[in-house]
């Protein structure tokens, strides 16, 4: 009776594997909804809630970003793909032991923002100096991290914030606003936190690229030269051809007129030899009269 059951109840067991399936986990908006991984589930509404871990070099393809980690959570399933959103990120923790060295400060920083479309996240930024620096001087610096970020969220929606803190915008801003209180060495947002997600839509105005400037100053270039050549020129290049005839007819006479005169004017040789022979006389008499002036004053004296 013992192995019957037994074998009755291994025929019942099933295998779970065989019962789920693969479903496709796309990014959110922000990163232009690029499929990023794979999940395996039974069922489309237990993918809901569920995390996914990410660096952005594997998003963008740029090393440079591999210290920076993504969360995304699914919220939505359609047939077999799920669709997420963005709940933060995170730095690397290698990447910040790197930047903190002995004898150097580092200013840390936790404040709650509003952006312009109604999300609510709370930001953590970090500043490192050269030197060690006092508390007071912390303070000033915190402060200033304090209204660059708040100033930031309230000009821009939630996607452009994301961007704008992962490509090290706002960090560049807080090192401007620091250097009249002091010189700070580096600044980075360490982490974010979606507590929540936008409930205002708000269109948003993509940054041109340098790419696209030169295609469309090509563009504006080939409208006139592309214009179609009306008729009306080609009768008027027609009618200019006698035109050139006569005035070359013209030009022709005018021509030969000079020459004429030319060759009327031109002296010969004797001519040319005449008018040099009469002022070599003058300059002779010129020289002979020259002495005999002082003569005929020397008379008057006596």
């Given at each position: ?29 922000l990163f232009d909804k690029i499929p990023v991984a ?15 871990e990410l660096s952005l070099q594997d998003i963008t ?242």
């Amino acid at each position: 009776m013992t192995k019957a059951r037994s074998r009755s109840t291994a025929k019942k067991v099933k295998d779970k594997w065989k019962s789920k399936g693969w479903y496709q986990i796309l990014a959110p908006t922000l990163f232009d909804k690029i499929p990023v991984a794979e999940a395996l589930a039974d069922k489309p509404a237990s993918l809901i809630g569920r995390i996914t871990e990410l660096s952005l070099q594997d998003i963008t393809n740029d090393f440079r970003k591999s210290h920076i980690k993504l969360f995304f959570k699914v919220y939505k399933v359609e047939e077999s793909v799920a669709h997420t959103q963005l709940e933060g990120h995170t730095l690397t923790s290698d990447y910040v032991r790197r930047m903190i060295r002995r004898r150097k400060s580092r200013i840390d920083g936790v404040f709650d923002i509003t952006t312009r479309d109604n999300a609510f996240l709370r930001v953590k930024p970090f500043a490192t100096t050269e030197k060690r620096i006092q508390s007071s001087q912390k303070k000033m610096i915190r402060e200033v991290m304090k209204k660059t970020i708040a100033d930031e969220g309230k000009a821009k929606t939630l996607n452009e914030f994301i961007r704008d803190a992962l490509d090290g915008k706002i960090g560049s801003e807080i090192y401007k606003n620091c250097k009249h209180l002091y010189p700070v060495k580096r600044i980075e947002i360490a982490k974010t936190d979606i507590m929540r997600q936008p409930t205002i839509e708000i269109e948003e105005t993509k940054p041109v690229t340098k790419q696209e400037q030169p295609e469309e100053k090509t563009k504006e270039l080939e409208i006139p030269s592309a214009t179609p050549v009306s008729e009306k020129p080609v009768e008027e290049t027609e009618t200019k051809e006698p035109k050139t005839e006569v005035s070359e007819e013209k030009t022709t006479e005018v021509a030969e007129e000079k020459l004429e005169e030319e060759t009327e004017e031109i002296p010969t040789k004797e001519d040319a030899e005449k008018p040099v022979k009469k002022k070599t006389a003058k300059t002779k008499e010129k020289k002979e009269k020259k002495p005999s002036k002082p003569k005929t004053k020397k008379k008057t004296e006596e």
